[in-house]
């Protein structure tokens, strides 16, 4: 349980505060996320292949706002994600995470966000006991106050260490994507597959590039705590994690949909990318290999629009995380 009572968590819903101030989009920086999570597209560090693409500046992966959770981007009076939640964080999950994006974040740009407390509740869970979730919604403006993209995080505290055998999450998080279904044929690798812009090319049903990762190491999750910021040491001291009941450090949730979010931009151009969200089912452990999928789940012709659902597992069988994503192609 939270060391605060619910009643004033909930009596903070509402509540909004600037929580990341001057949030300069640094080109070392974006290329140093995008190996963190294991994206050798060039054009996440090239200006070139990102002009010949289309793009007046070298674009951000999709997930990079959560590079944002850095101190120097944090005004002086602010902890955390901008609320004191009475969190315990050996014992917090990241449910979910989802973004919409009015352009994609770009070299250049310098973004000050604006965090809601969106929702505040509890649920039993079967294997976590009292869970207590916290929704917190971000905006992100450039300098000269234009939406560029909003994130929304769920944050849950469990009241211990949870089994992998099944996610606490999966049936109790406020909102998410279906998992897609593989097909009995492997997609083609991210290396193998042509970007779609056309959504006359697409029809439902059909997979996207599939991404593996193997023999993931402990090196992973500490290079994306550098690279994102995401310090809480559950991710790479061994005793922390063991001493808070856990088989050993475990990836960053955000560190499999980083992965996850290659397939997309693998599949469109990330200038085309309008939404990627995803649900949190399971852990990454040293030793696991993600593979990451995709399938169109809904195509418009009218509007240009096509939906994906998204899927990442291990190797055995795991599912890691399921998600959506939104492209709008000419």
Not at 75 to 82: F, M, N, R, S, T
Not at 198 to 227: K, N
């Given at each position: ?149 909003t994130d929304r995080s769920t944050a849950i505290e469990t009241s211990g260490a ?56 402990r090196q992973h999750f500490v290079r994306y705590a550098g690279a994102s910021g ?43 990318v309008t939404s990627f969200g995803v649900r949190f089912q399971s852990r990454v ?46």
């Amino acid at each position: 349980m939270p060391t605060r009572p619910l009643e004033e968590l909930e009596a903070m819903v509402g509540d909004s505060r600037v929580t990341v101030e001057d949030f300069r989009i640094e080109p070392g920086k974006v290329e140093e996320f995008a190996r963190a999570i294991t994206a050798d597209d060039p054009v996440f560090r090239d200006e070139g292949v990102a002009a010949d693409r289309g793009h007046g500046r070298r674009p951000a992966p999709l997930t990079y706002s959560q590079v944002g959770r850095f101190p120097r981007y944090t005004p002086a009076d602010v902890e955390g994600k901008g609320f004191y939640l009475g969190f315990r964080p050996e014992y917090v999950l990241h449910g979910e995470q989802a973004h919409e994006y009015e352009r994609p974040v770009a070299v250049g740009d310098v973004l000050c966000g604006t965090t809601t407390l969106a929702d505040v509740f509890q649920r039993e869970g079967p294997r976590a006991g009292t869970m207590t979730f916290a929704v917190l919604e971000t905006e992100y403006r450039d300098r000269d106050g234009d939406l560029v993209l909003t994130d929304r995080s769920t944050a849950i505290e469990t009241s211990g260490a949870v089994d992998d055998d099944g996610s606490e999450t999966a049936d109790t998080a406020t909102n998410g994507g279906a998992a897609a279904t593989e097909a009995d044929v492997p997609s083609p690798t991210a290396d193998d597959f042509e970007r779609v812009g056309d959504v006359a090319e697409l029809a439902v049903g059909e997979a996207g590039p599939r991404v593996v990762v193997e023999d993931l190491e402990r090196q992973h999750f500490v290079r994306y705590a550098g690279a994102s910021g995401d310090f809480n040491p559950i991710h790479y001291d061994e005793p922390y994690a063991t001493d808070a009941g856990n088989e050993s450090v475990f990836g960053q949730g955000m560190f499999t949909a980083g992965i996850t979010s290659r397939v997309v931009t693998n599949w469109f151009d990330v200038a085309d990318v309008t939404s990627f969200g995803v649900r949190f089912q399971s852990r990454v452990f040293p030793g696991d290999t993600v593979v990451a999928t995709g399938e169109v789940a809904a195509v418009d012709p009218e509007t240009g629009t096509v939906e994906a659902d998204l899927e990442a597992t291990t190797t055995t069988g795991e599912t890691l995380l399921t998600g959506t994503a939104t492209a709008h192609l000419e």
